[in-house]
């Protein structure tokens, strides 16, 4: 068993896709435009971003903690150039207990996700 993705909902594709492309430099991998679907390549998995209405029984889907975790090198480094992009985040990274750090950040659609140092 292996995971293959994390979905994650959007009520704006088109703002969602340029932000995980071009804010967050994820490479997407494929795209359904007529679904309103896309999947970015992070590692051996996919984000996939995926549109939900806003208005609909799902809706409640949107604008919620991930709980993904999205590792990188140098976390102030990224952290400074997503400040820079406009990119909101809930507080600057922090130290945790387990030695390593965290900044959790919105997307457009205000899920929340996470930098890990």
Same mark, same amino acid.
């Given at each position: 068993?292996?995971?293959?993705?994390? &979905?994650?909902?959007?009520?704006?594709?088109? /703002?969602?896709?340029?932000?995980?492309?071009? +804010?967050?430099?994820?490479?997407?991998?494929? &795209?359904?435009?007529?679904?309103?679907?896309?999947?970015? +390549?992070?590692?051996?998995?996919?984000?996939?971003?995926?549109?939900?209405? @806003? /208005?609909?029984?799902?809706?409640?889907?949107?604008?919620?903690?991930?709980?993904?975790?999205?590792?990188?090198?140098?976390?102030?480094?990224?952290?400074?150039?997503?400040?820079? /992009?406009?990119?909101?985040?809930?507080? @600057? @990274?922090?130290?945790?207990?387990?030695?390593?750090?965290?900044?959790?950040? /919105?997307?457009?659609?205000?899920?929340?996700? +996470?930098?890990?140092?």
């Amino acid at each position: 068993m292996r995971l293959y993705g994390v &979905r994650v909902f959007v009520g704006d594709a088109q /703002k969602a896709f340029a932000f995980y492309r071009e +804010t967050l430099g994820l490479e997407e991998s494929w &795209r359904m435009e007529q679904a309103q679907t896309a999947g970015y +390549t992070v590692g051996e998995a996919e984000l996939i971003v995926e549109y939900c209405d @806003p /208005k609909g029984d799902d809706a409640d889907l949107i604008g919620r903690f991930v709980g993904v975790s999205l590792q990188v090198e140098d976390i102030a480094e990224v952290y400074e150039n997503l400040i820079d /992009k406009g990119v909101e985040f809930l507080s @600057p @990274p922090q130290k945790q207990p387990w030695g390593g750090t965290l900044a959790h950040f /919105k997307d457009p659609a205000g899920n929340v996700l +996470t930098l890990l140092g």
